[in-house]
């Protein structure tokens, strides 16, 4: 059994996004992106292995020995970034959305 840990960054910007949802959208549609994000988490903890390799930070030289991987949120342009700790870890490290600097991002927590 996995044991999922959310970073201080993932928070923030799941929050965030869905402050942003609701300001310019309205609650229906912030509680959309929330179910969806609870449902790619959900994904992520039960099949960890089965979510793509990040290979964006390759050449980034303080992320380049940190195994990545990313899964999308359905109906919305998100990806969870996360990295598998040990045998029993899943750290969400970030949200990224196809406008952001995710290297910058998962480098800066």
Same mark, same amino acid.
Not at 9 to 23: E, G, M, T
Not at 49 to 57: D, P, R, V
Not at 95 to 105: C, G, P, S
């Given at each position: 059994?996995?044991?999922v840990?959310?970073?201080?960054? /993932?928070?923030?910007?799941?929050?965030?996004f869905?402050?942003?949802?609701?300001?310019?959208?309205?609650i229906? +549609?912030?509680e959309? /992106?929330? *179910?969806s994000?609870e449902?790619?988490?959900?994904? +992520?903890?039960?099949? &960890?292995?089965?979510?793509?390799?990040?290979?964006?930070?390759?050449?980034?030289?303080?992320?380049?020995?940190?195994? /990545?991987?990313?899964?999308p949120?359905?109906?919305? &342009?998100?990806?969870?970034?996360f990295?598998?700790?040990?045998?029993? +870890?899943?750290?969400?490290e970030?949200?990224?959305?196809h406008?952001? *600097?995710?290297?910058?991002?998962?480098?800066? &927590?």
């Amino acid at each position: 059994m996995w044991q999922v840990q959310k970073s201080s960054l /993932f928070k923030r910007q799941l929050l965030s996004f869905a402050k942003n949802y609701k300001d310019r959208a309205g609650i229906e +549609v912030a509680e959309r /992106f929330l *179910d969806s994000a609870e449902a790619a988490i959900a994904f +992520v903890a039960d099949k &960890p292995l089965a979510c793509a390799l990040y290979l964006g930070t390759i050449n980034h030289e303080t992320l380049k020995d940190i195994e /990545f991987r990313k899964w999308p949120l359905s109906s919305f &342009p998100y990806s969870i970034y996360f990295r598998i700790v040990g045998d029993s +870890v899943i750290k969400l490290e970030a949200l990224y959305a196809h406008r952001m *600097d995710t290297e910058k991002i998962l480098n800066n &927590p």
